[in-house]
């Protein structure tokens, strides 16, 4: 197939042509019709439709405007890469850099890599919009880039046995800097080994504390007299098997996430420093103003709120901070002293208990390489936290 638009589907474009009446005639639009409304040959047309041929994102934009189709529906089903997405838009690499007020050669490498620029923080944002997509949808063609995928891979089967391990009985082991699979890490993710290891040494211990809960439920079921149905015991342990399988199979997009596309490390200390002043917050010259505007542009302002009398994190940003803190505490030291997690101890309201499942499984995905939090909110999830 000639270069243009990768997903494009040759026989989409058909079946809409010959459902779409011609302007110019009582019958359906031909292939001559289609070629003289784009501005290009029946012979063209043709080579489109049978997959020869691919048309460039221009073109894919004029031809779903004479079908009366949205671009979409001419490219191939499934979850579309970032590229995909563009060409969705009728945009070249050029023009959507422009856009975006960027080099071209920084956008080649998002768009190739999944690497998004540090220090423009607000891209993945500035990217969505564009696009005119939303955030979930970005992040997911992020992660169907190749070279995302491929990272992906290497880390299920780096991580593999060390899981394996951590799950097993006996002493906690964690991995070191100088093990192969930390310096195998380091390499493909593009960050030192000694940020590798305590990033997966997270992820070991919430499964460490989830096999633990595991042996205490199936020494419950086997071992006790039962006062509950043992049925209980086999939902609840359905729940924390399931749990480990999720913090297994979110490995490789923790890594990506913290490793790949961190926060600035002074969006962070910023970000702190008003969690730490609590619900009063601190007055505006004791955050500067430049990282406050690069926050409000990296998360689209809705973690931090600028009230009369000073700046205060929002419900949004105290949960995004304290679902964080364990990545970013080993990635960025803290700027003033160490940080307990429990927002009670800096006059928080308490937003979510220990117990709820939503907490680390769906409210640490609010980052700016994630998705908003907001629908889960609309959801009802937002309320069920609240009461826990």
């Given amino acids: ?21 011609c302007p110019d005639h009582s019958h359906a639009l031909t292939v001559a019709c289609l070629a003289r409304q784009v501005g290009t040959s029946k012979a063209l047309i043709l080579s489109y439709e049978h ?6 994102p221009q073109r894919l934009a004029d031809l779903a ?11 191939r089903r499934g979850t579309p890469q970032l590229a995909d997405l563009r060409t969705a838009q009728g945009l070249t690499v050029v023009e959507l850099a422009a856009e975006l007020g960027m080099a071209t050669n920084t956008y080649r490498r998002i768009e190739s890599s999944g690497v998004l620029p540090k ?18 949808q970005l992040h997911e063609a992020i992660l169907q880039i190749p070279a995302v995928q491929e990272r992906s891979r290497y880390a ?10 951590a799950l097993s009985p006996g002493p906690f082991q964690p991995l070191q800097d100088t093990s192969p699979h930390s310096q195998g890490l380091a390499s493909s993710y593009g960050a030192a080994s000694s940020t590798v290891s305590r990033v997966v040494n997270i992820l070991l211990a919430n499964l460490r504390q989830l096999a633990h809960q595991r042996a205490q439920l199936e020494a419950y079921r086997d071992f006790t007299a039962h006062t509950r149905p043992a049925a ?22 923790i890594l ?7 926060l600035p490390q002074a969006c962070w200390h910023s970000l702190a420093k008003l969690y730490l002043a609590g619900p009063g917050g601190i007055d505006d010259a004791a955050v500067l103003d430049d990282n406050v505007t690069t926050l409000g542009k990296a998360f689209d302002s809705y973690l931090v709120r600028d009230t009369w009398d000073g700046l205060r994190l929002s419900d949004a940003g105290v949960l995004f901070f304290v679902d964080t803190l364990p990545y970013y505490r080993v990635i960025y030291a803290p700027p003033e002293r160490v940080i307990r997690p429990e927002p009670h101890s800096y006059g928080w309201p308490s937003y979510h208990s220990r117990s709820a499942p939503y907490r680390r499984h769906r409210l640490r995905m609010a980052h700016v390489l994630g998705h908003d939090p907001r629908p889960h909110w609309d959801d009802g999830t937002w309320m069920k936290i609240r009461r826990g």
Avoid: H
């Fill in 1 to 21: 197939m000639a270069r243009g638009v990768t997903a494009f589907d040759g026989s989409a474009l058909r079946e809409a042509r010959l459902v779409t009446p």
């Fill in 51 to 56: 997959g020869r041929s691919s048309p460039s």
């Fill in 65 to 75: 405007r004479a079908v009366g189709v949205p671009a979409s529906a001419l490219q």
């Fill in 119 to 136: 220090r423009r923080p607000g891209t993945f944002w500035d990217l969505a919009r564009a696009l005119d997509v939303d955030c979930t």
């Fill in 156 to 165: 299920i089967s780096t991580l593999k046995p060390v899981f394996r391990l």
């Fill in 232 to 253: 209980a015991y086999e939902r609840e342990l359905d729940v924390v098997s399931e749990r480990i399988e999720q913090e297994i199979d979110s490995a490789p997009e």
């Fill in 256 to 262: 990506e996430r913290y490793l790949v596309n961190p």
